[in-house]
């Protein structure tokens, strides 16, 4: 498994010849958490639900059952009493199944949750107000 370069990748977004910044997940998630912040929420994150084995050909990734499926970003605002959870996925990502099912489970269990892309960013800009 390759791990993605940290940095701004580009890639054509439309028009004909035209080549647009693509934002990697841990940017994005970096802007949200920063404008969360600015308006005064506390924010946490589960930084991979993956642990590491030691196998015979060195260590590897493997799924974590005990966090599949846990969104990106936890987010509470004490001074008006609201929480939500996100998933933060890139504009051409969808959550896995096992994020869908979390998400669904606690959107039925009166939680506020949801996905938020790249390109949502006004909209994520008016959830945090």
Known sequence: MTARPRQFTRR???????????????QFQKQVTDLAV???WEWWHIADSRK???????????????????PDLFLARERDGRFMVREL??????PTEAQAAVLALWARCG???????????????????
């Open 52 to 70: 590491i084995v030691n196998r015979p050909d060195g260590p590897t990734a493997v799924p974590d059952p005990d966090c599949a499926g846990l």
């Open 89 to 94: 996925k890139l504009d051409d990502e969808h």
């Open 12 to 26: 054509p977004c439309g028009g004909q010849g035209s080549v647009g910044l693509r934002l990697l997940e841990a």
């Open 38 to 40: 600015l308006r005064g």
């Open 111 to 129: 939680v506020d949750t949801g996905v938020w892309r790249p390109r949502n960013m006004h909209t994520i800009s008016k959830e945090l107000r």
